[in-house]
């Protein structure tokens, strides 16, 4: 059966047998995207190829060093902060908790330090969806961060801060983030825009914003070897996996 006639069926189905309920057509979509696997570009086992081939020949080396090698972090004599000498991306701080009694460490409270995002508002969190042959399909990348504990995840389309959508590193900037910053000049249709919240154990107050953008069928995306077009069966598959599919992926599709 082909994709189109799967959902076609289902929709009927649910007019027919749930006539009170609102059947929202991306639900309905999603709901026949995770039954199989309708991919019109690869098969999960080509996509595990891929991925354990960036994985395998990522060159990135990570080394240990004191904070105090950092080079452009520096210790903020004036509020006792690590802050990056552009004023940009996040600050390290120091916090003072206390009446925690519905803590485990009990009323008597903690001190810790926390990274603080400039600004709070961390970044943006991208996925590109698109329909091949009426098909959906997800772009997501292959990506390699520092503290990984694979060194590379399947993440989303676009992760990044704001303080990398603006250069203050100084390097490019961040691949497709036109799409998710000015949909509109592309006339794609925003499925989710939603703020998400981090972890407020290690992260102050931060948030990020969460997009998930489909463009036309026919809008070329140019090919990048760490990118790789997922169908949703795939995703949730791979998401079985341990450490593969990074956590804004997960939220991302959490809605789905």
Partial sequence: MKYQDCVDQFTKYLEEER?????????????????????QIST????????????????MT?????????????????DGWIKHESGEFFMVQGLRISQSGSREVGSGGWDQPILTQVGFDGGLLGILRKRINGVPHYLLEAKAEPGNPDLVQISPTLQATFSNLRCA?????????DLFEYPEKTRSNVLFDQWMSEDGGRLYKKRNKGLLVEVDEDYEIEDRETFQWFSLWQIKQLIKTNSWVNPHVRGIISHL
Avoid: M
């Fill in 19 to 39: 006539p009170g309920l609102a059947h929202d057509l991306l639900r309905i979509e999603t709901q026949v995207e995770s039954w199989l696997d309708w991919s």
């Fill in 44 to 59: 999960l086992d080509q996509v595990i190829e891929w991925y354990e081939s960036i994985k395998n020949n990522c060159n």
């Fill in 62 to 78: 990570i080394k240990e060093i004191k904070l105090g090698e950092c080079r452009g972090w520096h210790l903020d004599s004036a």
């Fill in 169 to 177: 590193h100084k390097g490019r900037k961040p691949l497709f983030a």
